[in-house]
């Protein structure tokens, strides 16, 4: 196969490439782009890589990202540690803060239930939800999962779970629409989400 770039930039497009939601040409434009940055910029870019991927890792309590030994919010003493939000991905936790209404705290699963990209129960933080909520002093768990097919079987299958634990399991209000992502939805649609959630 004909090469039209030097092999180091058919590399660097193919490493954008790997990123969602980036395509082929998107990806050569990335690379195009870092070629451009002054020596300086590129290598900050590059440092802001490294040092992110060596410094972040899960909340050993929550399973949020953080630098540091708890994150924000687990660290914050003013949230109600008796309400639990589940949600998939960090950004999730992201988009629910923006509403500026919830004063619980999280738990991330780091993905969702998905027997067609072969992901089962035992490759999310499931094992980590359960031994917070068994250890006690936990009130309600919100389900806050997508309403899309995964985000509502994760919602089920969890539920059943923590029954046993007598805790009230709760799920978001459709405010946010079926078929969407938690992150793209407003504040006022979270809030409403967040204010009208059910008993499952």
Do not use: W
């Amino acid at each position: 196969m004909q090469r039209y770039f030097p092999a180091p930039v058919e590399r660097l497009t193919e490493a954008f490439a790997r990123l969602p939601g980036v395509g082929g040409k998107t990806a050569q434009r990335l690379a195009f782009h870092v070629l451009s940055l002054p020596d300086g910029e590129a290598e900050d870019f590059a440092q802001a890589i490294l040092e992110a991927k060596h410094s972040v890792h899960t909340c050993p309590v929550c399973q949020n990202l953080t630098d540091g030994e708890l994150c924000a919010i687990c660290s914050d003493e003013r949230r109600d540690r008796g309400l639990i939000c589940v949600v998939a991905e960090p950004r999730d936790v992201i988009a629910l803060e923006r509403a500026r209404e919830y004063e619980g705290v999280y738990h991330v699963l780091h993905g969702v239930i998905s027997p067609l990209n072969h992901v089962g129960p035992d490759d999310i933080r499931i094992r980590e939800l359960l031994n917070r909520v068994a250890q006690g002093g936990v009130r309600e768990v919100i389900m806050a999962t997508n309403p899309d097919t995964e985000g509502e079987a994760t919602a089920m299958y969890l539920s059943r779970l923590l029954r046993p634990l007598e805790v009230k399991v709760t799920r978001l209000a459709y405010g946010v629409p079926v078929g969407s992502q938690l992150e793209y939805a407003d504040e006022v649609t979270l809030l409403r989400a967040l204010e009208g959630r059910r008993e499952m």
